[in-house]
């Protein structure tokens, strides 16, 4: 041991006859990632490379739920994939492996709803952009959640659960998604889960922003 150095989990300082720690201490810290790569696919699997619909791109936009006009097959379900830069992430939250919170933004392009548009989050392992669509596990639905429709150019922010943080600092996920996974043809569904935001290829204000608040304990 002499001579050596020796790594400790804790360190204490005895301050007027108390012990003290110094370190870890509370020290949280704020990350934002913007957006490195999007595309929407059909929920079958391949790209879509066609507009759906006037006013929206099909290589830049995120898009979800049910279209009737769906090049070059027609009507069917449409998913979103969200790429970021997960060796900055990997790198900051090993710094500060405590999650404390996990937020997507989203601006909408088009919130189809008169009650607006649910968007439902999923996570993918896919470090690059792959040619058809696949996901790791549905997280959650609840971006809307006051049944209020939101005009173009309105950013949301949708509060993901802690666990999403930890699995993008441990590399078994590498990004999220944007998938109705119940593909129910109803009405109601149809209206409630199809919608579109700006993807990538938007203006930085515009594109999908991570946030994850971390700590050193």
Known sequence: MSG????????????SGSWKKVWPVSNPATYTWNTTWTQTYRADGPKVTSDITSG????????QGFWENMPPVGAGFVTSLIGFDRVDIQAKL????????????????LDYGNQGTRARVATHDKGAEPSSFSYTAFVDNSVYTDGTKRAEGVAVWHTLPDSVGNQLRDDTIRGLGLYDVSRSTSETNKVEYRGAWYGEAATSAQEPVLEIVCDYI
Do not use: Y
Request: aromatic content about 6%; hydrophobic content about 45%.
């Open 4 to 15: 050596s150095w020796k790594p400790c989990k804790e360190v204490f300082v005895k301050v």
């Open 56 to 63: 929206l791109d099909a290589n830049s936009d995120l898009m």
């Open 94 to 109: 090993a710094e500060r492996p405590v999650i404390k919170s996990v937020r997507l933004r989203l601006m909408v392009k």
